[in-house]
T-cell receptor, first 110, second 115 residues
Framework: DQQVKQNSPSLSVQEGRISILNCDYT??????FLWYKKYPAEGPTFLIS?????DKNEDGRFTVFLNKSAKHLSLHIVPSQPGDSAVYFC?????????FGKGTTLSVSS | NAGVTQTPKFRVLKTGQSMTLLCAQD?????MYWYRQDPGMGLRLIHY???????AKGEVPDGYNVSRLKKQNFLLGLESAAPSQTSVYFC??????????????FGSGTRLTVV
């Protein structure tokens, strides 16, 4: 069974609006979840993380929310910009390696 | 500071051929990883290493071998390439001491096509 699930393959948002990307997980024992952003022909780059002892972490336009009872986390981007168009991966720090979801392609139109 | 460097960037192989992908990092990181990315599948862990001379299997290790003879290098080998190994391969490294963003650095990828 997938440890990290991103059920929406794609999301389209208008510039200036909020983008919400979702991630569900099955592992009950974890330390951190991380979000990575990936542009075509480049490696993933770290965006934001959240630890198991927090419900929210904010960094500029990016906020990650963690709902432990629902085993769900979400990434909010406000306001969305065309440069945010990329693939976003949710990742679980499981043991010694990152376990990734399948990714969500975000398209922000101007 | 180059970070994580992958060579080659592109390669086309015939079925049955062998090749080695090289990952080099200059950050003195303990941990190194090989992932593959396929459409709709995200990044899946192939093999990883927690230090020089060590290797371990990840989620999809079949058909691949790895070696970590030097701390800065992590090699991924395909002994007999198959079309199913057509993918984009990413190497990553991180320090052994986890902090903040967990300090993973990814290379820019190797696009491999097996025909």
């Amino acid at each position: 069974d997938q440890q990290v699930k991103q059920n929406s393959p794609s999301l389209s948002v208008q510039e200036g609006r909020i983008s919400i990307l979702n991630c569900d997980y099955t592992n009950s024992m974890f330390d951190y979840f991380l979000w990575y952003k990936k542009y075509p022909a480049e490696g993933p780059t770290f965006l934001i993380s959240i630890s198991s002892i927090k419900d929210k972490n904010e960094d500029g336009r990016f906020t990650v929310f963690l709902n432990k009872s629902a085993k769900h986390l979400s990434l909010h981007i406000v306001p969305s910009q065309p440069g945010d168009s990329a693939v976003y991966f949710c990742a679980d720090q499981a043991g010694t390696a990152l376990i990734f979801g399948k990714g969500t392609t975000l398209s922000v139109s101007s | 500071n180059a970070g994580v460097t992958q060579t080659p960037k592109f390669r086309v192989l015939k079925t049955g051929q062998s090749m080695t992908l090289l990952c080099a990092q200059d950050m003195n990181h303990e941990y190194m990883y090989w992932y593959r990315q396929d459409p709709g599948m995200g990044l899946r862990l192939i093999h990883y290493s927690v230090g020089e001379g060590t290797t371990a299997k990840g989620e999809v290790p079949d058909g691949y071998n790895v070696s970590r003879l030097k701390k800065q290098n992590f090699l991924l080998g395909l002994e007999s390439a198959a079309p199913s190994q057509t993918s984009v391969y990413f190497c990553a490294s991180r320090a052994g001491d986890l902090q903040g963003n967990y300090g993973y650095t990814f290379g820019s990828g190797t696009r491999l096509t097996v025909v």
